[in-house]
């Protein structure tokens, strides 16, 4: 790093934190403009703050190690969550704006009622919001800064830590959801540009596109393995991974973002353009990078192969460019899980169960020490952690069967908040108890069985809840049923209590609109690799994923106008 490169970096921070703190007057009027925005954001301002805090400065390293490892076909690990992403546009997007919520705890006591609800909600606050937040910012987004600080500066791992948890905090804590969209948008824009020229100098310096196809093995630059292990890997994250996962029906930062939107149109347009960017766009320039260090660095550690190939090949400045980008990408996944947890533990937490009926300055105020409270943590999980596949893969493991029951609360009346605990319950002790007692007892699972294992014993504790519980309220129900008006035919008792009320979509037409979904973005994501790879035949998934999504497209706003769609009608109408 040379004196310009600093230069660069310091500029980037400081543009971050101005456009973060420009914000500041619009998040003291309550907690909802804290937290949610005052629920006025537009779909591509959300979209994209979606895209920008579902990675991490972690996200390239774990990339890299996906294709140094295993090929490009690992990455399904992470693609294959698509599926259940691009389920939420056209089914959970609408139902969540229509709850009108601003955290997914708050949602406990909307769907279930009595002691075992509110119990739910306070402990989900300090699970989801505290202990998992947590976890997942500091073994994740400050590990993988870090890792890229070694290789670039001289700066010891607990100062960076510090230094960038400071940074990252200032305009989290000042200016809330406002300022977090407001950087998210700018560090969006400048992380495309940083990783795309970091793959135009890599695959140049390993002899062009050409020199990079013919030196890797072919394995390596599948995008989906036919045959072996590998086929087995894929299909198990493909047909398992993404409806047992924790955010199935959206979850996490997508759900506040979901909140903060206009209305139902603009959150279903928000998940929309989300998936296309986060899955068919964005992982190409890392993956590029990735089979270029292969080539430039063989022997290289898997994840400190990408901050080598910014420290080798890039030139002054663009390499302060770069690493800049990973600072932004740390201080934007940072600032997002702060406000995120800090939402929980203040609206569903303390809020709910320590102080009732205070002012909207009080719980601002409380919001700004919550937050610091989070990044505190976050920065305590980066001193234990430094492996990221690991920490991925833990974070799956102990969610594995979250995401079902999570689903199911939308779709069945039948699922109870004992469905739930037992399932936040379950999950974590097949990851963390059952799995390591059967590795002692010599039974070893690769990551599939693994998997599987985790989440059929995690089901079966679920299934007895959800059937020997007693049933919800059926008052509670009904005015669930009435608020959120669900599809399907799981709602079938409830639904003949209500017969004014008619559900303003159907899964007939979800389906369609989720196969189309699929279609596209997945036919766009395999498009763009293949003609990256030198396969002609990529050109034709390009135009079919494109024009399967101006399908989609037309349809969607064709149901909007058929339905009479506008901001203030879609709320009480719906899109889809």
């Known amino acids: 790093m040379t004196g310009v490169d600093w230069v660069v970096v310091a500029v980037y921070g400081a543009l971050l934190v101005g456009v973060g703190l420009w914000q500041k007057r619009r998040s003291s009027g ?7 925005s005052g629920r006025k954001l537009r779909w591509w301002v959300a979209g994209t703050s979606m895209v920008a805090a579902s990675f991490a400065s972690d996200t390239p390293l774990l990339v890299t190690s996906y294709v140094r490892k295993q090929g490009i076909w690992g990455n399904w690990a992470w693609w294959g969550l698509g599926i259940s992403t691009i389920l939420t546009i056209f089914l959970f997007a609408p139902l969540w704006r229509r709850s009108e919520v601003m955290t997914e705890a708050e949602l406990t006591e909307a769907r279930y009622a009595g002691r075992a609800a509110a119990t739910l909600r306070g402990f989900k606050a300090v699970y989801w919001g505290l202990i998992y937040n947590c976890f997942q910012a500091g073994a994740w987004g400050i590990t993988g800064l870090v890792a890229v600080t070694t290789v670039m500066t001289d700066l010891p791992r607990g100062y960076a830590i510090l230094v960038c948890a400071g940074l990252g905090g200032t305009y989290a804590i000042v200016a809330g959801l406002w300022g977090v969209v407001a950087a998210d948008f700018v560090q969006f824009l400048l992380a495309i540009a940083g990783a795309v020229l970091l793959a135009v100098y890599a695959v140049g310096a390993a002899g062009g596109l050409g020199a990079v196809v013919a030196a890797v093995p072919p394995e390596q630059t599948s995008l989906l393995p036919l045959r072996g292990q590998g086929l087995t890997f894929c299909l198990t994250y493909i047909l398992v991974q993404w409806w047992a996962w924790k955010n199935t029906d959206g979850g996490g930062v997508l759900v506040q973002r979901m909140a903060a939107c206009r209305d139902e149109r603009e959150a279903v347009y928000a998940t929309l353009w989300f998936n296309v960017a986060h899955y068919a766009v964005r992982c190409w320039p890392w993956v590029m990078v990735a089979l270029a260090s292969i080539v430039l660095a063989p022997r290289a550690d898997p994840q400190q192969a990408y901050a080598l190939m910014i420290r080798d090949h890039l030139p002054a400045g663009l390499r302060g460019l770069v690493v800049g980008w990973f600072f932004a990408e740390f201080m934007a996944s940072l600032a997002g899980s702060m406000n995120w947890g800090g939402s929980l533990l203040v609206n569903d937490f303390y809020r709910r169960f320590v102080k009732r009926g205070a002012t909207e ?21 980066a001193f234990l952690s430094n492996d990221l596949v690991g920490a991925f893969e833990k974070v799956l493991g102990g969610t594995a069967a979250v995401g079902i029951v999570f689903a199911a609360r939308w779709l069945w009346w039948r699922v109870n908040a004992w469905s739930e605990i037992s399932a936040m319950i379950a999950s974590p002790l097949m990851t963390f108890v059952a799995v390591p007692l059967m590795a002692a007892a010599g039974v070893e699972f690769d990551p599939m069985r693994k998997l599987i294992f985790i989440i059929a014993g995690s089901l079966l504790p679920v299934a007895l809840a959800t059937f020997l519980a007693k049933p919800e309220d059926p008052m509670a129900l009904e005015a669930f049923y009435r608020k959120v008006r669900p599809p399907g035919p799981g709602w079938g008792p409830i639904a003949a209590r209500c017969p004014d009320v008619r559900p303003s979509m159907s899964l007939r037409r979800i389906g369609c609109y989720w196969a189309l979904g699929v279609g596209a973005i997945y036919g766009m994501m395999y498009g763009i690799g293949s003609v990256l790879l030198l396969r002609p035949h990529g050109w034709a998934a390009i135009a079919g994923g494109l024009i399967l999504l101006l399908a989609l497209i037309a349809a969607l706003r064709h149901r909007a106008a058929s339905a009479g769609d506008s901001p203030a009608a879609s709320a009480g109408r719906g899109l889809v």
Do not use: E, I, P, Q
Not at 30 to 36: I, M, T
């Open 361 to 381: 300055s009080h719980y601002v105020a409380v919001s700004r020490a919550a937050t610091v409270l989070v990044v505190a943590g976050a920065v305590m999980t």
């Open 30 to 36: 309550g907690v909802d403009d804290y937290f949610v």
